[in-house]
């Protein structure tokens, strides 16, 4: 009954008042604020890869250390801005206070990143806890709707938890990738699309990414792409 109210609350609160900057709670009428929105870095303003989006800040390494790592089977990883400071700060936001309706603010940013890839449908990663579906809020689920509604693909939760595992950000660099094996499975026994878009809010090590694309191309997807609305830098890996 709690969670209830606070959902109520919360989405009262958006209809009926000026929205506030989630990061600063400035009063400028926007979820997120000019001055809160400088701060965050785009991953198009760095040197990455051009597999998995991890950002390089100062020399290129001649391979990703990433893909060497994990090898993976997706196409192209696509996402907007990097796990750090202000980026770090406003998923935090999304995920643990309930600020859904900021990732609205990308919309465009999304849509003209995603026009360029040919996908059929928009697959969420299930990687919420019994936690957040509680609280009723599921951030991959958000980012997946915008996408839909800007890029009018439909929406099919293929992917389901078979195992319920930590969230990657609270574990180490190695418990991150070993974490989710296994931990997801396909529902249903074949797969009838052929383009698939993964997304996720944020993309760690891709372990996550990788072993979804697996199972998914496993079960007869032709190819998968990826999108997280933030991808950590090399750095915190
Ligand atoms: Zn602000
Ligand atoms: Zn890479």
Redesign the pocket.
């Known amino acids: 009954m709690k969670n209830i109210f606070y959902i109520f609350k919360e989405t009262f609160l958006e209809i009926f008042l000026p929205p506030i900057c989630v990061i600063c709670e400035s009063k400028e009428g926007k979820m997120l604020c000019e001055a809160c929105f400088r701060k965050i870095k785009f991953v198009d303003e760095f040197q990455k890869?051009?597999?998995?989006?991890?950002v390089f800040y100062d020399s290129v390494p001649e391979k990703?250390?990433?893909?060497e790592r994990l090898s993976?089977k997706f196409s192209k990883l696509v996402s907007i801005f990097v796990y750090e400071e202000y980026g770090e700060k406003l998923i935090r936001k999304i995920k643990f206070e309930n600020k859904l309706k900021v990732v609205e603010e990308f919309s465009d940013m999304i849509k003209s990143k995603l026009e360029e890839i040919d996908f059929d449908i928009v697959v969420p990663i299930p990687s919420y806890t019994r936690k957040w579906i509680k609280k009723g809020y599921i951030p991959s689920v958000k980012i997946a709707k915008v996408i839909s509604e800007n890029l009018r693909k439909p929406i099919v939760p293929l992917i389901r938890k078979s195992k319920e595992i930590p969230s990657q950000l609270e574990l180490s660099s190695e418990e991150r990738l070993k974490n989710p094996k296994d931990a997801f499975e396909v529902i249903g026994s074949k797969i009838n699309y052929r383009r698939i878009l993964l997304v996720d809010d944020v993309a760690t090590t891709?372990a996550t990414l990788c072993e979804c694309t697996r199972i998914l191309l496993e079960k007869g997807a032709d190819e998968v792409f990826c999108f997280s609305l933030a991808r950590t830098p090399l750095k915190t890996l």
């Open positions: 890869c051009p597999r998995c989006s991890l990703c250390p990433n893909c993976p891709t």
